[in-house]
């Protein structure tokens, strides 16, 4: 058996002992897609009367929805991929990380074992959340089947890029608290993005860190695909974002997870 057959078979079994550990133990992924779920429905039924004022002239709730649902998809995003940082911490903190540098399997198999389970499981929760957008009204009628697919593989590349980032949090996180404390940014990053309120109706200093961080252009890229809306340079930026942090948190994670244990 050649090592690339080795690589794949390895990393393979650490997939399923992930997905396997997820399927056992669901409540951390649960109380992960809680959040996304709350803000939806609380924005939407709290909310959607006023906030969709600020959108466009005119606007109601059934707008206000349309608007909001990509947004919260990518919110999903953020939040399932904190339970990588948390399992990966566990992984390093209990000495499962140690132990397999010492047996005979394919070295990356563990890190692509954590990225790609966690790639799934936000999959896996966007389809939830926007099952519960359609339950309530999201509806996507001009979007052609290409556009679709584009819309899933800009969800999957952002999906990649997150977890990534995660990893390498939880590799430098000393316990999984710390873990779960350092990831907090992937949650908090979306309510200061355009997910709820369009960025050029926020204060005029503010405006440039809503517009340039990485959720506001993977949402309106988003929105544009599954709406028709204007997406103008936000695609080149959301790339650019997903490619970005997909190299830095791969950096990241292999130079911790390659260390020389203390």
Do not use: K
Request: charged fraction near 10%; charge should be negative.
């Amino acid at each position: 058996m050649n090592s690339l057959s080795l690589a794949v078979r390895d990393s393979n079994t650490m997939l399923r002992r992930n997905l396997l550990h997820a399927w056992r133990y669901p409540s951390g992924t649960l109380n992960l897609l809680l959040t996304p779920i709350m803000m939806l429905l609380l924005f939407v039924y709290i909310f959607g009367d006023v906030m969709s004022a600020g959108i466009a002239g005119g606007a109601d709730r059934s707008d206000y929805i349309a608007y909001i649902v990509p947004g919260i998809l990518l919110m999903t995003v953020g939040s399932t991929v904190i339970g990588a940082a948390v399992y990966v911490s566990m992984d390093m903190t209990e000495g499962l990380i140690a132990r397999f540098r010492t047996m005979a399997v394919y070295r990356g198999s563990v890190i692509v074992g954590h990225v790609v389970g966690s790639v799934l499981q936000s999959i896996a929760s966007v389809v939830l959340v926007g099952a519960v957008g359609v339950a309530i009204g999201f509806r996507s009628t001009d979007a052609t089947a290409l556009e679709w697919l584009a819309a899933f593989g800009l969800i999957a590349l952002f999906a990649l890029a997150l977890t990534w980032i995660a990893v390498g949090m939880g590799m430098a996180s000393p316990n999984p608290e710390a873990a779960s404390n350092m990831a907090m940014p992937l949650i908090l990053l979306p309510l200061i993005s355009s997910a709820f309120i369009p960025a050029d109706t926020m204060p005029g200093w503010f405006q440039p860190i809503a517009e340039y961080q990485p959720f506001t252009p993977a949402i309106e890229t988003l929105r544009g695909l599954l709406l028709g809306t204007e997406i103008g340079h936000n695609g080149w930026l959301a790339l650019a974002w997903c490619v970005g942090l997909i190299a830095l948190g791969y950096r990241w994670s292999t130079a911790q997870f390659n260390r020389d244990p203390e």
